[in-house]
């Protein structure tokens, strides 16, 4: 769940003293059940590095009862001892009973003593366990069985916690109050949640829960079809702000690597198996979620109200969903055929909850001395007088390029194009509410292994996609110039592949485009509302001079079209254009007629 670069001596010295002098600890759930495919310890040491280096201590070890489960529990806590990584097992009782406390107990007993478990207390010999749900156990077997101190912490509903030593909030998402989006009925947010728990547990430690986004998108392709959303849009950096001001024991962030319900904060490269997620989880990085809650780990662990002194270079870190909410994919999506196991987790089509998403680009600057920032998106451009420390905006998407850039004293610090296009279609013909997250400076490029993609075409339309990483790397400006950092770069890698074709045309929907809102966010703030409802957030609204930019068209040449997003704004083909999409695929019309 969280990733890797080099770390220094003294970085190292420094996360080690601030944990064990604050008590404050990050934890990141870990599903052992999709990476039975690890043959060594080796294969998990790019994640332990990748998130110690970012401030987390622990790894949440999820456990179901398959075979393989001791093996890779094995391979981890070897690996996390190497690299000076904690851990602990999160039992998962979506297959654990809570009629097992013996067994419970015994696997607790059996990796207990392992040099990377994670133990705290007074004398720091509690052995901490968790669970994802797990109401009814028998804590006092558990405790028996296991025959050693145990700091439980189990992920019960707030009216069981007391019998535990602390206990975990899963819903890092704004619900309501049954598993699913919100309503204008019934609206569940996650401070909510906070101030059920930290009541119920009168002065034992809480593990608070922070997550960036949800989406899942199973159909008849396996047997759990689920199909929802939880509104997420800028929950990420507003859900950081209220930990900062919450200041709980713990913070247990909401996935390293679970792909199925796009809250991975970990690599697309981290070794796992694919039951068909990878239609939605394909050039769809990261990373720099991660990136932009290091500052904040930092601040949470030193006992901070704001980020801003915690924040020592320049970043810019953007996510939107690929395409546009009015995208009709049900011809070809693969939620659309009958399913014999349809309950209260599918729904066919368009996922459950998307109206309560804002068809919107999220940008949060860190910055270490105030700036201009700009976002263009499409053709929608807007300009943000931009304050030292955090800030984040919501602007309208805007169909084509989107790019992002940061100048200071008339001199540009940060530039780069994504390397994602927003399309008004259908992305391999299914509608895909995952979020793509790019960064300033670019990252390294992050692509699905070639076993990841087993699934990939289970559910598809035949034909419109091929299961294949397709992104080049972001282009950016690089390290900050001493000058005018002259001509924009691109990163215009041709016709788009047809990995990433667009498969269906929108449904022309007549729904008017909502009226232009550039939310900015105070990020210090402690009386900022829930973040349940971004656009609820703000501060203030920009007042700040914007700009539209006209994107001129490919004029003249010879060029093969792949896919409508290429022709933005004109959604015609030019002079000197043909048409080459996918088989199948309606041609797009030419902009000088028949």
């Known amino acids: 769940m969280c990733g890797a670069s080099s770390h220094k001596h003294g970085a190292k010295h420094t996360h080690i003293e601030q944990r064990e002098s604050s008590g404050k600890m990050v934890f990141c759930h870990f599903m052992v059940g999709i990476v039975s495919g690890r043959t060594s310890a080796a294969d998990y040491d790019d994640d332990m590095i990748r998130a110690k280096s970012f401030g987390i201590d622990a790894f949440a070890l999820n456990i179901g009862t398959d075979t393989f489960t001791d093996q890779q529990l094995g391979y981890a806590y070897q690996s996390a001892a190497k690299n000076g990584m904690k851990l602990f097992i999160s039992f998962d009782f979506n297959w654990w009973k809570a ?11 059996q990796f207990g003593g392992q040099p990377a478990q994670l133990k705290v207390g007074p004398n720091g010999d509690q052995v901490f366990v968790s669970s994802f749900i797990g109401d009814g156990l028998d804590l006092a077997a558990v405790r028996s069985a296991a025959g050693m101190p145990l700091f439980i912490a189990p992920n019960s509903k707030a009216s069981n916690a007391a019998a535990a030593d602390a206990a975990f909030n899963w819903m890092a998402w704004p619900s309501n109050g049954a598993n699913k989006a919100p309503t204008d009925a019934a609206n569940v947010t996650v401070a909510d949640g906070d101030e059920a ?24 392709e396996v047997s759990y079809s689920k199909n929802w959303v939880f509104p997420s849009d800028l929950l990420w950096y507003n859900r950081w702000n209220e930990i900062l001001q919450l200041a709980p024991q713990y913070v247990e962030i909401i996935t ?47 006992g901070s109200k704001s980020v801003n002194n915690h924040i020592d270079k320049d970043q810019i ?97 940060l530039k780069g194009t994504s390397s994602k296009d927003i399309s008004a279609d259908c992305i391999c013909g299914m509608y895909n509410f995952n979020a793509y997250v790019g960064t300033l400076p670019a990252g390294s490029p992050d692509a699905l292994p070639s076993d990841a993609f087993k699934g990939f075409q289970s559910g598809l339309a035949p034909g419109l996609c091929q299961p294949t990483p397709s992104l080049k790397k972001a282009a950016d400006a690089g390290p900050e110039p001493t000058g005018d950092a002259g001509p924009e770069p691109t990163d215009d890698a041709g016709p788009e592949p047809t990995g990433l074709a667009p498969a269906s045309k929108s449904s022309g929907s007549s729904t008017k485009p909502p009226v232009e809102t550039s939310i900015v ?56 254009q043909v048409w080459g999409g996918p088989p199948g695929s309606d041609p797009a019309a030419r902009c000088d007629g028949p």
């Not at 728990?197 to 008849?220: D, E, I, N, V």
């Not at 049900?330 to 804002?358: C, W, Y």
């Not at 680009?361 to 053709?379: E, I, R, Y």
Request: hydrophobic residues 30%.
């Open 521 to 576: 966010i105070n990020p210090v703030d402690p009386s900022r509302p829930s973040s349940s409802n971004p656009a609820t957030q703000s501060s203030t609204c920009s007042t700040s001079a914007s700009t539209t930019k006209t994107t001129d068209p490919v004029i003249g040449g010879s060029k093969t079209i792949t896919a409508l997003s290429q022709l933005a704004p004109t959604n015609c083909l030019q002079k000197g």
């Open 256 to 302: 390293w690597n679970d792909y199925g319900e796009s809250h991975y904060i970990g690599p697309l490269s981290s070794p796992h198996y694919d039951d068909g997620n990878s239609k939605w989880v394909n050039d769809m990085p990261h990373n720099g979620w991660l990136d932009m809650a290091k500052p904040f780990i930092a601040a949470y662990k030193a």
């Open 317 to 413: 870190i953007y996510w939107y969903r690929p395409s546009l909410k009015s995208a009709n994919c049900d011809s070809t999506d693969n939620t659309m055929k009958a399913v014999s196991n349809a309950g209260e987790n599918f729904f066919q089509g368009r996922p459950n909850g998307a109206d309560t998403l804002s068809d919107s680009v999220f940008v949060v600057a860190l910055l270490t001395q105030p700036g201009k920032v700009t976002v263009s998106s499409g053709n929608n451009s807007k300009t943000f007088e931009a304050q030292a420390g955090a800030n984040a905006w919501a602007v309208n998407m805007g169909v084509g390029k989107q790019t992002f850039s940061l100048t200071r004293g008339g001199k540009t610090v």
């Open 197 to 220: 728990y930290t009541k119920a547990l009168g002065g034992k430690p809480y593990m608070a829960p922070a997550s960036p986004w949800f989406f899942t998108h199973y159909g008849a």
């Open 99 to 109: 009629s097992q406390a013996m067994d419970v107990g015994a696997k607790i007993k």
